[in-house]
Structures are given as structure tokens and as C-alpha cells.
């Protein structure tokens, strides 16, 4: 069912997404859906939940495999997984983490890139040892929606996201970072390499 709602999202949009459709389109009787999931709305926020666990499953997955030199790296690496969802994913780049639908799908009290940049601060301070601080929760926060805007404005400008608009986020984000954690080795990084 949750394939089917993310293949009509593409197809048709969040405001054409019924129980009814989902149904047809996943081959079982409307009752099935509905002893999983009361409407239309439901189904969006277990695949929006879907969509999360597998984005952070992803960077999870590459901080494991790969070598970075610092966090600068692995934000790049996160935007690159952000992209490549956006692009292969079904239902990702209509839904995105939820906030097409509601800004508070993935938690009733906090919003949905909230709920993300938790995530993200909990793999960068794991992989990467930064000091955990309010001033960390805010630069991601404030991170997590500068490049989610940046990233919205690339494929809106290309469907497969303009690549000088998805460098410009990458730009954005390291630079804001590197400014508020104050973390980064001019020996290994230097400023105009931030900004790449």
C-alpha cells in the first residue's frame, strides 16, 4: 500500500491521493487499507516515516563505508543522498519528509526538519565526535531547512536538480557550519574550500 500511495504521489499529487485509488492501484479490497490506515493523510505519514528511516539509513550507511576528512565531507554526503532520493525514490519528491502535507507529520510537536536535523546531529556527533551543545542543535537546525529550501529551489529549476543550484546548498550549508561550530582545521580545510 505504501508503494502504491508513493507511485499515485508522483503521478498525480497529494491532493488527488485517496484511500480509493491507493487500493486499486495496490490490488487489495478498501477495507485492507483502511485496518491499516484511517485515511489518505495516515498513508502519507507512514511513508513519510518510511522515507526518514531510509534517508538516515543511507548516510548511515555511507559514514560506515567511507572516509571523510571531517563533517564538511559528510555534509556533502547527506545532500548527495537527499538528491539521489529525490531522484530515484518513489513518492520522494512529492512528499519529501512530509512538509508537502503537514509540517508536523512526523511528530505532533515538532516539525518535520526538526524531527530530521535530530537525526543528523545524532550521526555527526557518532561519527564525528562534535561537542553536543544547544549551539550544535540550532547550526543543524538551521542547516537541515537553508539547504532543504536551497535543494527545493534545484528541482524545481530541473527535474533532476540543477547542479549549480544543489552546489550552491552544499556552499550554503558548509559555510553557515563551519562559521557557528568553529570546528574545522585550517590545516586540513581552508575557508575558500568550505565554500566550495
Known amino acids: 500500500m505504501l508503494d502504491a500511495c508513493a507511485e499515485l504521489l508522483d503521478e498525480t499529487g497529494y491532493e488527488a491521493l485517496s484511500t480509493t485509488?491507493?487500493?486499486?492501484?495496490?490490488?487489495?479490497?478498501?477495507?485492507?487499507?483502511?485496518?491499516?490506515?484511517?485515511?489518505?493523510?495516515?498513508?502519507?505519514?507512514?511513508?513519510?516515516?518510511?522515507?526518514?528511516?531510509?534517508?538516515v539509513a543511507r548516510v548511515g550507511r555511507r559514514f560506515m563505508e567511507e572516509e571523510y576528512r571531517g563533517w564538511w565531507e559528510a555534509v556533502d554526503a547527506?545532500?548527495?543522498?537527499?538528491?539521489?532520493?529525490?531522484?530515484?525514490?518513489?513518492?520522494?519528491?512529492s512528499l519529501h519528509f512530509g512538509d508537502v502535507?503537514?509540517?508536523?507529520?512526523?511528530?505532533?510537536?515538532?516539525?518535520n526538519n526538526t524531527v530530521i536535523a535530530g537525526r543528523l546531529r545524532g550521526l555527526l556527533l557518532k561519527e564525528f565526535g562534535l561537542a553536543d551543545s544547544e549551539t550544535l542543535d540550532l547550526a543543524v537546525l538551521v542547516g537541515v531547512e537553508a539547504g532543504d529550501a536551497v535543494l527545493k529551489l534545484a528541482f524545481r529549476r530541473d527535474p533532476d536538480g540543477a547542479p549549480d543550484?544543489?552546489?550552491?546548498?552544499?556552499?550554503?550549508?558548509?559555510?553557515?557550519?563551519?562559521?557557528?561550530?568553529?570546528?574545522?582545521?585550517?590545516?586540513v580545510l581552508t575557508e575558500g574550500?568550505?565554500?566550495r
Open 21 to 55: 485509488r491507493i487500493a486499486e492501484r495496490a490490488g487489495v479490497a478498501i477495507g485492507s487499507v483502511y485496518q491499516f490506515f484511517p485515511d489518505k493523510r495516515a498513508i502519507t505519514q507512514e511513508l513519510t516515516r518510511r522515507n526518514v528511516e531510509q534517508f
Open 78 to 93: 547527506i545532500i548527495d543522498e537527499y538528491v539521489d532520493m529525490h531522484r530515484t525514490v518513489p513518492g520522494f519528491r
Open 101 to 111: 502535507v503537514d509540517l508536523n507529520l512526523l511528530d505532533s510537536d515538532s516539525e
Open 165 to 187: 543550484i544543489i552546489e550552491a546548498a552544499k556552499h550554503l550549508v558548509r559555510g553557515f557550519l563551519s562559521r557557528q561550530l568553529k570546528s574545522w582545521s585550517p590545516h
Open 193 to 195: 574550500d568550505v565554500g
